[in-house]
Protein backbone atom coordinates (compact mmCIF):
# COMPACT_ATOMS: atom_id res chain seq x y z
CA UNK A 1 0.00 0.00 0.00
CA UNK A 2 1.05 3.45 -0.75
CA UNK A 3 0.37 6.85 0.90
CA UNK A 4 0.33 10.06 -0.60
CA UNK A 5 2.80 12.15 0.58
CA UNK A 6 1.69 15.86 0.67
CA UNK A 7 3.29 19.11 2.20
CA UNK A 8 1.56 21.55 4.54
CA UNK A 9 -0.15 23.06 2.22
CA UNK A 10 -2.12 20.25 0.76
CA UNK A 11 0.17 19.52 -2.49
CA UNK A 12 0.80 16.34 -3.62
CA UNK A 13 4.58 15.57 -3.33
CA UNK A 14 5.33 11.65 -4.06
CA UNK A 15 3.73 8.24 -3.19
CA UNK A 16 5.79 6.49 -0.07
CA UNK A 17 5.57 3.18 1.02
CA UNK A 18 4.20 2.62 4.65
CA UNK A 19 7.40 2.24 6.30
CA UNK A 20 8.50 5.10 4.67
CA UNK A 21 5.53 7.26 6.62
CA UNK A 22 5.97 5.19 9.45
CA UNK A 23 9.61 7.34 9.93
CA UNK A 24 8.38 10.40 9.29
CA UNK A 25 5.17 9.28 11.72
CA UNK A 26 8.17 8.33 14.13
CA UNK A 27 10.04 11.10 14.02
CA UNK A 28 6.83 13.86 14.68
CA UNK A 29 7.10 14.69 11.12
CA UNK A 30 3.36 14.68 10.48
CA UNK A 31 1.52 17.80 10.42
CA UNK A 32 -2.07 16.28 9.54
CA UNK A 33 -3.57 12.89 8.34
CA UNK A 34 -6.59 12.12 6.10
CA UNK A 35 -8.66 9.24 5.96
CA UNK A 36 -9.05 5.95 8.07
CA UNK A 37 -5.84 4.62 9.25
CA UNK A 38 -4.92 1.37 6.71
CA UNK A 39 -2.58 -0.38 8.13
CA UNK A 40 -1.33 -0.51 11.75
CA UNK A 41 2.95 -0.86 12.09
CA UNK A 42 3.50 -2.93 15.10
CA UNK A 43 7.41 -2.25 16.88
CA UNK A 44 8.71 -3.43 19.96
CA UNK A 45 7.68 -3.69 24.05
CA UNK A 46 8.73 -1.20 26.42
CA UNK A 47 10.82 -2.56 29.35
CA UNK A 48 9.11 -0.09 31.61
CA UNK A 49 5.51 -0.52 30.89
CA UNK A 50 5.06 -3.60 29.26
CA UNK A 51 3.62 -1.95 26.08
CA UNK A 52 3.94 -2.81 22.29
CA UNK A 53 5.21 0.71 20.24
CA UNK A 54 2.69 1.12 17.12
CA UNK A 55 2.07 3.63 14.36
CA UNK A 56 -1.24 3.55 12.86
CA UNK A 57 -0.76 4.82 9.26
CA UNK A 58 -3.23 6.84 7.33
CA UNK A 59 -3.37 7.14 3.35
CA UNK A 60 -3.03 10.22 3.13
CA UNK A 61 -0.43 12.61 5.47
CA UNK A 62 1.06 15.98 5.55
CA UNK A 63 4.60 16.40 6.38
CA UNK A 64 5.71 19.37 8.50
CA UNK A 65 8.45 21.12 7.37
CA UNK A 66 8.34 19.47 3.88
CA UNK A 67 10.21 21.73 1.31
CA UNK A 68 7.35 22.83 -1.23
CA UNK A 69 7.40 20.88 -4.43
CA UNK A 70 8.77 22.41 -7.62
CA UNK A 71 6.85 19.74 -9.32
CA UNK A 72 3.82 22.71 -9.92
CA UNK A 73 6.33 24.30 -11.70
CA UNK A 74 6.94 21.56 -13.83
CA UNK A 75 5.32 19.67 -16.90
CA UNK A 76 4.72 16.11 -15.93
CA UNK A 77 7.03 13.36 -17.83
CA UNK A 78 5.63 11.69 -20.52
CA UNK A 79 5.78 7.79 -20.40
CA UNK A 80 3.32 5.88 -22.65
CA UNK A 81 1.97 3.86 -19.61
CA UNK A 82 1.03 7.77 -18.26
CA UNK A 83 -0.09 8.45 -21.93
CA UNK A 84 -2.49 5.99 -22.64
CA UNK A 85 -4.48 6.61 -19.34
CA UNK A 86 -4.45 10.00 -19.63
CA UNK A 87 -6.24 9.23 -23.57
CA UNK A 88 -8.05 6.49 -21.65
CA UNK A 89 -6.88 3.97 -23.93
CA UNK A 90 -9.11 5.38 -27.15
CA UNK A 91 -7.70 5.63 -30.41
CA UNK A 92 -7.62 9.60 -31.34
CA UNK A 93 -8.37 8.46 -34.92
CA UNK A 94 -10.79 5.64 -35.11
CA UNK A 95 -12.19 5.58 -31.47
CA UNK A 96 -11.75 2.34 -30.39
CA UNK A 97 -10.30 1.11 -26.69
CA UNK A 98 -7.31 -1.02 -27.10
CA UNK A 99 -5.45 -3.14 -24.89
CA UNK A 100 -2.02 -1.27 -23.69
CA UNK A 101 0.41 -3.77 -26.50
CA UNK A 102 -2.04 -2.80 -29.46
CA UNK A 103 -1.43 1.46 -28.60
CA UNK A 104 1.21 3.55 -29.48
CA UNK A 105 2.69 6.94 -28.94
CA UNK A 106 1.11 9.50 -32.15
CA UNK A 107 3.17 12.35 -32.90
CA UNK A 108 0.57 15.03 -34.39
CA UNK A 109 3.00 16.63 -35.89
CA UNK A 110 5.89 13.72 -36.63
CA UNK A 111 9.33 14.52 -35.14
CA UNK A 112 10.96 14.03 -38.39
CA UNK A 113 8.93 17.36 -39.40
CA UNK A 114 9.77 19.58 -36.51
CA UNK A 115 7.20 18.11 -34.10
CA UNK A 116 8.35 17.79 -30.16
CA UNK A 117 7.52 14.97 -27.89
CA UNK A 118 5.40 16.55 -25.46
CA UNK A 119 2.28 16.19 -23.66
CA UNK A 120 0.57 18.87 -26.40
CA UNK A 121 2.07 17.21 -29.89
CA UNK A 122 1.29 13.41 -28.80
CA UNK A 123 -2.02 11.50 -28.12
CA UNK A 124 -2.67 7.68 -27.96
CA UNK A 125 -3.23 5.26 -31.56
CA UNK A 126 -4.27 2.64 -32.43
CA UNK A 127 -1.44 0.61 -34.73
CA UNK A 128 -3.11 0.49 -37.53
CA UNK A 129 -3.92 4.07 -37.42
CA UNK A 130 -0.46 5.30 -36.31
CA UNK A 131 0.52 3.11 -39.83
CA UNK A 132 -2.00 4.24 -41.75
CA UNK A 133 -0.91 8.32 -41.00
CA UNK A 134 2.65 7.54 -41.00
CA UNK A 135 4.75 10.61 -41.56
CA UNK A 136 1.86 13.12 -42.26
CA UNK A 137 0.15 15.69 -40.32
CA UNK A 138 -3.62 14.45 -39.43
CA UNK A 139 -4.74 16.92 -42.37
CA UNK A 140 -2.84 15.62 -44.88
CA UNK A 141 -3.73 11.78 -44.26
CA UNK A 142 -7.77 12.93 -43.94
CA UNK A 143 -7.70 12.05 -40.76
CA UNK A 144 -9.33 14.29 -37.74
CA UNK A 145 -8.53 13.76 -33.96
CA UNK A 146 -11.56 13.18 -31.93
CA UNK A 147 -10.55 14.81 -28.69
CA UNK A 148 -7.42 17.67 -28.12
CA UNK A 149 -3.93 16.63 -26.57
CA UNK A 150 -3.56 18.50 -23.16
CA UNK A 151 -0.51 18.50 -20.38
CA UNK A 152 -2.12 17.14 -16.93
CA UNK A 153 -1.99 18.61 -13.22
CA UNK A 154 0.44 17.57 -11.05
CA UNK A 155 -2.93 15.71 -9.50
CA UNK A 156 -3.95 14.06 -12.61
CA UNK A 157 0.24 12.81 -12.52
CA UNK A 158 -0.09 11.35 -9.25
CA UNK A 159 -3.19 9.92 -10.38
CA UNK A 160 -1.91 8.62 -14.04
CA UNK A 161 1.43 7.11 -12.53
CA UNK A 162 -0.89 3.65 -12.46
CA UNK A 163 -0.70 2.63 -8.70
CA UNK A 164 -3.41 0.95 -7.04
CA UNK A 165 -4.92 4.19 -5.04
CA UNK A 166 -7.45 3.80 -2.51
CA UNK A 167 -10.66 5.76 -2.66
CA UNK A 168 -9.43 8.53 0.17
CA UNK A 169 -6.51 9.17 -2.26
CA UNK A 170 -8.69 9.33 -5.33
CA UNK A 171 -11.36 11.41 -3.61
CA UNK A 172 -8.53 13.66 -2.73
CA UNK A 173 -6.43 13.97 -5.74
CA UNK A 174 -10.10 14.12 -7.79
CA UNK A 175 -11.02 17.09 -5.94
CA UNK A 176 -8.59 19.59 -7.74
CA UNK A 177 -8.43 17.76 -11.06
CA UNK A 178 -9.93 20.52 -13.59
CA UNK A 179 -13.92 19.35 -14.77
CA UNK A 180 -13.04 19.24 -18.34
CA UNK A 181 -10.18 16.32 -17.50
CA UNK A 182 -10.89 12.84 -19.12
CA UNK A 183 -9.73 11.64 -15.79
CA UNK A 184 -13.44 12.42 -15.06
CA UNK A 185 -14.96 10.36 -17.35
Known amino acids: MDVLQLDVSG ?58 SRAWKQTPTLSNPKLFSR ?51 PEEARMSLLYLPYVPSLHEDMILRGRRILVDQMEFLLASVPRSSRLHV
Open 11 to 68: RPQAWISSREAAVIYASDGVAWTLGEAVQVLRGGIQRATGRQSRIEVHPIIAVRGAIP
Open 87 to 137: DRHLCAYCGGRFHFDELTREHIVPTSRGGMDSWMNCITACKSCNGRKGNRL
